[in-house]
């Protein structure tokens, strides 16, 4: 078969290669734990079910959905980032229904990317900017997310020439990987940034409701000037446990908007419009469910953290995401320390280099397992460390 180089080209998606580890372990009857995938393991609220199922009822909802999604959905996103983030949005030309945040992701880089153009993409980071960028024909930069910068990319030190041949920018905050946060001062400074080299930005946000000790993240539409420059994806996934439902949005800038539209007008026929009604329902009705959940992983966020700091890994608590971003010891590759995890404890942790290469040196572990799995998974730790242990004081 002759396949596009495209496609042999493409690493395969990290995620994929651990779920089909842990596939083969649980296949030889092995018990394993996984950290790895950030999945919410509770439940969508009842409020939201109840609401899809009534609306899979209709037969009205059984047919092609309308084109550019319902007018209510679009709707309601407008009126919950004026309600949460005090930005107002033109739900006709600056909001798009999307099927979850990862398609549209994935479909923008057609909006910006001819072949030869660049993409600037933070590194770590979700693995879908740079694979988008490199379908579409063109080139990842990576900006190097380092502690010393507070996990931000210094935009100072992109190359001129870099940065004026840039079509647009990707940023996320709160960051998977790594569970940074921006404020406004620093996407004020990357607006000004995109005017100054006539570049867009795509703020990926799908973890903003996801914040922990009382902190609220920002939009990235807050800043001065934004939307004259760029647009935000956000999700229902991790806000309200929807990952099964596939549905997010991108907000902001009416022309980008449009063009993912174009895009995707040619793609897809729509998202099915029992999970809109749903969607609606999730983002019109009680939002209770957002702080109860962010409780269980903030109890989870602190055991988790304990734990790895127990066991000689370098662990910040996150102020926002679902994620704890640790430094391995000294004398492993992310991979190696992720295998021995695996090999001999059945634990499951995702290794940095899964986000690129600037992800070595650390592994991911995810919040999203059930408490039980999770004392579980802790107490295999602290087994692994034991034996370390005993394996070290023998030498
Ligand atoms: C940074 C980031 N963006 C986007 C997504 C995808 O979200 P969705 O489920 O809406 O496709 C994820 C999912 O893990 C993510 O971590």
Known sequence: MKMARRVENLPPYPFVEIINKINEKRAKGEEVITFAVGDPDIPTPPHIIERLCQAAQD????????????????????????????????????????????????????????????????????????????????????????????????????????ANKAKFMWLNYPNNPTGAVAGLDFFNKAVKFAKQHNLSICHDAPYTEVAYDGYRPVSFLQADGAREVGVEFHSLSKSYNMTGWRIGMTVGNAEIVGALNTVKSNVDSGIPQAIQYAAIEALTGPQDCIQHHNNIYQRRRDLVVDMLRSIGLEAEPPKASLYVWAKIPAGYTSVEFANDLLEQVGVVVTPGTGFGKRGEGYVRLSLTLPDAALVKGLSRLAEWRDTRNKFKSKR
């Not at 992701?105 to 909006?111: E, R």
């Not at 990576?142 to 020439?161: Q, V």
């Open 59 to 162: 037969p009205a909802n059984h047919r092609y959905p309308e084109a550019a999604s319902l007018p209510e959905l679009r709707q309601a996103i407008a009126e919950w980032y004026i309600k949460r983030f005090d930005v107002s949005l033109d739900a006709d030309i600056e909001v798009l229904p999307l099927i979850g945040a990862k398609e549209g992701i994935f479909h923008i880089a057609m909006c910006f990317i001819d072949p030869g153009d660049i993409a600037l993409v933070p590194e770590p980071g979700y693995p879908v900017y740079p694979v988008s960028t490199m379908m579409a024909g063109g080139t990842p930069y990576y900006m190097p997310l380092i502690r010393e910068n507070n996990l931000l990319p210094d935009l100072d030190i992109i190359p001129e020439d870099i």
